[in-house]
């Protein structure tokens, strides 16, 4: 697994609730990468952190916002939870020239 | 921002066969491209990768090739086996846009 983490495995919410995953990233690694995986399509990127602070942002909106610790482990929130927000979100670990995955969270909106 | 096209989007081969995926991009300052098989259930996996000053690279049963005046690379998988069954995707950095994926089937 790379020693890639991500918290927590599965979460259920409800439309309009607040959400936060966590992640952390492999040793050594210093930038972490979010992506949104809606079922049977690819990863989208959702922003990039580096020395604590966004470095890029896909196309998403204000509702996800992000954050990086000192430590390197990062944080996805995303609020106004809506339907459409249901995937796997995924995390990148990336340093010296590799990227890892973590093993995502699950989160259902209902 | 970048965009990345994946072809095709279901391909069955017989065991033994060789397997072949085709991405393109459109960030001419893309310069880092990896390959991920992601089955069931699982985290992406990265399985290769090329960098814009090579043209193409192999590990054991599988290449990437790149063609840059092109802009469009490919996954290249020799004597398939059944376990290489799996989605594929690519990506184009810089923001690590991935492709929509290709769902390869091998048949025993």
């Known amino acids: 697994d790379a020693g890639v983490t991500q918290s927590p495995t599965h979460l259920i919410k409800t439309r309009g609730q607040q959400v936060t995953l966590r992640c952390s990233p492999k040793?050594?690694?210093?930038?972490v990468s979010w992506y949104q995986q809606a079922l049977g399509q690819g990863p989208q990127f959702i922003f990039q952190?580096?020395?604590?602070?966004?470095?890029q942002r896909g196309n998403f909106p204000d509702r996800f916002s992000g954050h990086q610790f000192p430590n390197y482990s990062s944080e996805l929130n995303v609020n106004a939870l809506l339907l459409g927000d249901s995937a796997l979100y995924l995390c990148?670990?990336?340093?010296?020239?590799?990227?890892?995955f973590g093993p995502g969270t699950r989160l259902t909106v209902l | 921002g970048e965009n990345v096209e994946q072809h095709p989007s279901t391909l069955s081969v017989q065991e033994g066969d060789s397997a072949v995926i085709k991405c393109t991009y459109s960030?001419?300052?893309?310069?880092?491209f990896p390959w991920y098989k992601q089955e069931l259930g699982k985290r992406p996996q990265l399985i290769i990768d090329?960098?814009?000053?090579?043209g193409e690279k192999k590990d054991q049963r599988i290449a990437v090739t790149l063609n840059k005046t092109a802009k469009h690379f490919s996954l290249h998988i020799t004597e398939t086996q059944p376990e290489d069954s799996a989605v594929y995707f690519c990506?184009?950095?810089?923001?690590?846009?991935f492709g929509a994926g290709t769902r390869l089937t091998v048949k025993p």
């Open positions: 990506a184009a950095s810089n923001d690590m846009r």
């Open positions: 960030d001419s300052a893309s310069n880092y």
């Open positions: 040793s050594g690694h210093d930038t």
């Open positions: 990148a670990s990336e340093g010296y020239n590799e990227q890892f």
């Open positions: 952190y580096y020395e604590e602070e966004e470095r």
């Open positions: 090329i960098r814009s000053n090579v």
